[in-house]
């Protein structure tokens, strides 16, 4: 557990950001760095006593680092741009998921005890056997994953070249009560759409409980080494995209309505025993993300669902 340190964090309103954040905020002196287009994620990290910076982390000018702090003791890097579309370039995302890293790094080198970089199972081809951290990483062909792989490499050189220990977590599924690819399932349920299975129905996931995620993201800070330690972090349980479908569509009374595809996806399955190691055992089952994400639909539906 990490007390009454100086953290910065890259990417402070994200998915996986925002929970990160505020975890690290309650025993620690956090600067929040985000554009902060919705307001109110800046509004609750600010009530959390986080010490947000509003910035365009894809601008790659003189003034990037103005305003971001040379002396924190952990970085967590959790900027990320998905995709070049609506007015976001390819140049951006490699700025962001890939060449950020290294200038954030050497602006505070002097003090940094660790710099965490949080990347993405989508490195891995999908197969029937899990992938451990040192199975060839192999992009689909999308921006996103091809630009990870990129910030992997950077995050190791720039752990080489300055000497700053680090830690890459290629993160699968995250899923919290709002958010994540369980919620994605239910709200095609709600909608009455069927759910696309891939042919043989071979596809799944492992999902993983944000706040294990949290956790081992901060955990991450202490274990963080030159070379760069990579850790895959995943749930335990390999889910089936139909299987989780079921158990949503039970879970929301709702029918469960599959369309097959002539797609011959590759299941995604995750090697755990470094993660155990280094990490610790993951302690969210896939009925807990479940409930969390059909209190989060009910609470929170989407705003295509509302009447």
């Known amino acids: 557990m990490i007390e009454n340190r100086r953290i910065l964090v890259l990417g402070a309103s994200g998915r996986v950001g925002l929970p990160v954040t505020l975890h690290l905020a309650a ?11 919705d307001p109110s994620d800046e509004q609750r990290l600010a009530a959390a006593g986080v010490r947000t910076i509003r910035k365009d982390l894809a601008d790659p000018g003189p003034g990037l680092l103005d305003g971001i702090p040379d002396d924190a003791d952990y970085v967590v890097n959790q900027a990320v741009l998905w995709k070049a579309e609506g ?15 290294p200038r954030i790094v050497q602006h505070g080198r002097e003090r940094l005890r660790a710099y965490v970089y949080g990347s993405t199972g989508g490195v891995y081809a999908g197969g029937p056997e899990p992938r451990a951290e040192d199975s060839e990483p192999v992009s689909d062909g999308r921006i996103y994953h091809t630009t990870k792989i990129a910030g992997e490499a950077c995050a190791q050189a720039a752990a080489r070249a300055f000497g700053v220990p680090t830690a890459i977590l290629r993160y699968y599924f995250p899923c919290g009560r709002d958010s994540g690819g369980i919620r994605g399932i239910g709200i095609r349920l709600l909608k009455g759409e069927p759910k696309n299975i891939s042919k043989g129905d071979a596809y799944g996931r492992h999902y993983t409980w944000m706040g294990d995620i949290v956790r081992m993201t901060e955990r991450a800070c202490e274990i963080a080494a030159v070379p760069a330690v990579v850790v895959n972090v995943a749930g335990r349980e390999f889910v089936t995209d139909r299987v989780a479908a079921e158990k949503l569509a039970a879970a929301l009374g709702v029918p469960a309505r599959f369309q097959e595809t002539d797609e011959g996806k590759l299941p995604f399955r995750a090697d755990l025993s470094r993660m155990r190691s280094l990490l610790g055992e993951p302690e969210g089952t896939f009925e807990r993300m479940l409930a969390e994400a059909v209190e989060g639909l009910r609470a929170n539906p989407p705003k295509s669902l509302a009447p």
């Open 87 to 101: 007015g976001v370039t390819w140049r951006q995302v490699y700025e962001v998921n890939a060449l950020l890293g």
């Open 27 to 37: 025993r620690n002196t956090v600067f929040g760095v985000s554009r902060f287009s």
